[in-house]
């Protein structure tokens, strides 16, 4: 690798979104890395960003050709991902995927046998994982502090329904959304479910059945454990970004409740008033998004393996899509591992 | 009515038990209710509890054959209550029973049929209804506060495993614990939900499982609104009775948290330290035995009509018989309204 | 004594306003105890508590000659008090007296003289000592789990200012409210204080000054120890009765906060609300006066000794006292023990 | 200015120790500022910090006759601190200054009048008023979310005594810890307080009497409007950075608490247990530090004036002085303003 001396990695950003601007910063502030070039079909958001952090625009192929990029961080829209991917591994760089590797069981399946195939090292951006308060969690989890854990409680709701015209490229609820709480739940189990329930409704907006998805969703897991994890998702509420998580064991229980905008209290008549959650997901993952790349930087050193891999993000999708299942049928969907 | 001059009510309680010593406590203290008799097949228990509040121990026939009887109380072994509730019923008492009615729903809709005949008076002892933070929720609700409710948790935990002896006997996790929060859920949707998804486990102790019952329990009910709620149950917490509901609407969220044992805080370099919720039910719905019987003595003086109804007990039973027919066959079950 | 067969103390009440009223209902519940006199110059008040509990309404020479009368309790207005103390210790009563015993301390010390040279046992009503909240901190403080105290906080604030003829006639803010918050500080440090500063203000309403008072101020008191107390009090809150202390030791911290109407947590816009304090000392102390009802019916048993004595009025009153020089002076005012 | 051009303001750092590595790392962050010169009689820690940042070892000398150096971040040793802002101000630098100017009272004036002279711009860093819990509540004060302050209360208690080195050369706990709180106290009142009083005693440590300086005190500010300030201090917690400010006005109260280390809640038979406050002030205000230096920028660039003034150093230096001499004489003393 051509910057050995330096220990600075070059990388490519693909997608100069709102998700790619996160990204951009945290790989320019980061002392081993630095953004080199920036991959856009919009050419001018990616000018306005390349140029913030000193970086070349660039097209795919000048990426995947130019022996100085190291690694490249795939933040563009999720149909290009699993394709960028393997054009990736072809040309032996490091990849850092944003979730989903594709909406398509079958096209993520075909993505990772490539990957498999040039033994490329692929990190999927479940960010949440890198949350300060759901490590501690899981810290907690792993030190054995309530013992086993039996019922895993992931309350998970955004603000505010996105655009109709989003919804409908986003694979629906179960794989735009609670794949995050999917992930969340193998993670903190330390193992995939046996069994799926779904259920769901259109209570935030009616206009969501037309696009053939759902706003307001619940899903059950089972474990071969017997543990039982429940998810709860809305896609509205008024008060900011509600990400807590419940884990009951068999010694105790463990919870990681919302950040807040500051530890302000106010008491009058009305009671005693704290401040809303974070409003969203750039606000209460803004230390997430950093940690993660500090991992991916210890991945890029050798010093760490990717602790989110294209399995992982394979598994959440077949999660999705049994939900997806259990939704139209009212029946239980048995996984196979 | 013998004492309409004196304005003050004679009460015969049927079980000496615990529950039945709270009742006998909050029907002694009030200023219009009177401990008249005690009925129990254990007399020396019936005898230390009418002596205590200057009652007479008696026969179930004494009491449906005095006149001066106003009311009973059945806080008995679960299969006397159908029995009790008709033979009060024939002989013109009104009645407060502890859940449930009876482990059959044949029965129970036997014994109603009955109760609607003597046009009797009958109240279900949900108490849970009269705790002062669900019914400050509640109230909260039904002013609107957070709009139409999309998404109902009731988290319920028992601080341990009862005896193997007491579960044989119980009609199960469904039957026996589920069933309040099930009255919950209904009384807090004012509606009963059109179909029930069950999963559950032996968690706490394998023995469950070989009584033919479960100890960790997750129930899903979907509403005609589309509104879900989530039941989550286990026999065994580490650090008290757990009792918490949330709600979530399209304008805000309501939760009732625990009740804790004093405001006392702690910090020291473990971290920052507040009490235990409330052991058990003894202690957590004190207040809300006193709260319900003070209900029935308005019921009593015809003030009030019963706010738990015999329609509502067989609601819950059905709701539970459901559930553990998802339970068995992995289905979703419609309930018939 | 005439009951010891029946073991339920006859109790005269002096004194048939608010805080009569709960003593009533407290002496009145207790098994062991028994409301045989009510004595009032409002001969209609004392006539219907009288009622309500089945006592009689008598003359003070009626109690005092009354050999069947056990002990009293004084609950009459302050300037009372010392007379009736005497008069009970001579007439061989045990004696429960509201604080203060008097507002002259020259008054209190010459009413405890009688009252030692009779024997006689007094139990003076620093009722906050009995909150199940304080009690729990001050036994954690006992037990060690702070080590030493070192600074200690307390935080005293009624919901809203008396009439301006009530503040009159009551001494002051030291030796009306203060003088709780006094005896609190010496009973967590288990030492009366050799030294205190005050400063005050009218900031509730300009009137106070008018009639010679305050109606906002802080005390600072210092131990032999080094420990230093910190009271701050205000007569007017506008979110209901804020009573918490906070101790700062050497190994860590421990606080009592506020009770609250319930458990109740409202997100919306506004951000994250819970319920105020409860209102004032009738609805916070309830429970504390009923304990200390049964404190006294120990001490009427010989059980227990008492946990408050005249020595503990005394004190307060003198900490009131030197606060109030202070106030006038700007200076540290040493106490004699 | 030289870089009106880049718009990238050239920083030279005084102090390359714990303080100044925290500015160094600001300056060098923020896109329009730039850490160009790092002056330090430790030339190993000026080399070492230098090279991170890319910028130059150099001597005061150096700086001042550097035209390109656009300001000076004052971190070194306290006695070194007024004599830099003179010579800063003489050679026409923007200046950053860390608290306190000097502990003599006298060589502030004297410095402060040089600063007039050269129509200085100077900035004193009491980086607390950007803390954005303290600053949230100054928001809600200034909004007029509580009416009129009536009683301030300021924790602020350091984990762990520093050694008595330290202590020996800080000027004492009033001039060296508490000067932050009175600070607060004013800025939050927006006034100078009229009299001061102080007790305070030696608890933590009995050696640090010997060094003639206290740990542990508390001090009671009172306002021409009437309001009362408390500030209670303590060099020790066994448990974090304990930094919280209560302020009760008359229609509410309004609270910063502790911000914690996550949001993580562990429930077992030990009762509730949530993290410990951040451990201390390179924790606690790593945000406010950063705040500090955006504020200063925009003082840099024209578009704020220093929220902070030598005068404001100037008189939580007085109110420390005023509260060495009321520990002394047990006396209120007057401020004269």
Request: glycine share 6%; hydrophobic share 40%.
């Amino acid at each position: 690798m051509s910057n050995l001396d330096t220990d600075v990695f070059k990388v490519a950003l693909f997608g100069a979104g709102r998700i790619g601007q996160i990204h951009a910063h945290n790989i320019a502030s980061h002392p081993h890395s630095k953004l080199s070039a920036v991959v856009d079909i919009n050419q001018d958001a990616a000018s306005v960003l390349a140029d913030k952090y000193d970086a070349q625009v660039a097209t795919a192929e000048q990426v995947f050709s130019d022996e100085n990029v190291d690694a490249v961080l795939i933040a563009s829209a999720t149909d290009s991902h699993a394709d960028l991917i393997e054009r990736a591994a072809q040309a032996n760089k490091k990849i850092f995927c944003e979730k989903p590797i594709d909406l398509s069981l079958d096209r993520v399946n075909r993505c990772l046998e490539i990957v498999d195939q040039h033994q490329a090292t692929l990190f999927i951006g479940f960010n949440r994982r890198f949350d300060k308060n759901f490590a501690a969690l899981k810290h907690e989890l792993n030190n054995g502090m309530i013992g086993k854990p039996e019922l895993v409680l992931i309350n998970s709701r955004d603000p505010g329904l996105p655009p109709l015209s989003y919804l409908e490229a986003s694979g629906g609820l179960f794989r735009d959304m609670s794949i995050h709480d999917f992930d969340m739940a193998c993670w903190l189990m330390g193992q995939t479910p046996v069994s799926v329930l779904a259920v769901g409704a259109c209570l935030v907006n009616p206009e969501v059945e037309a696009v053939g998805d759902i706003d307001t969703g619940v899903i059950t897991l089972k474990f071969a454990t017997g543990a039982i994890a429940v998810i709860m998702n809305s896609r509205r509420t008024t008060y900011g970004y509600d990400q807590r998580i419940e884990v009951h064991g068999c010694n105790g229980m463990l919870q990681a409740e919302n950040e807040v905008e500051s530890t302000l209290v106010k008491t009058n008549e009305q009671g005693v008033i704290r401040q809303k959650p974070l409003h969203f997901f750039l606000e209460r993952y803004s230390s997430a998004y950093k940690a993660e790349w500090h991992h991916f930087v210890g991945v890029l050193t050798g010093q760490q393996s990717p602790e989110v891999s294209g399995k992982d993000g394979q598994t959440a999708l077949m999660i999705a899509n049994a939900a997806i299942a259990s939704l139209k049928t009212g029946q239980n969907q048995i996984l196979n591992d």
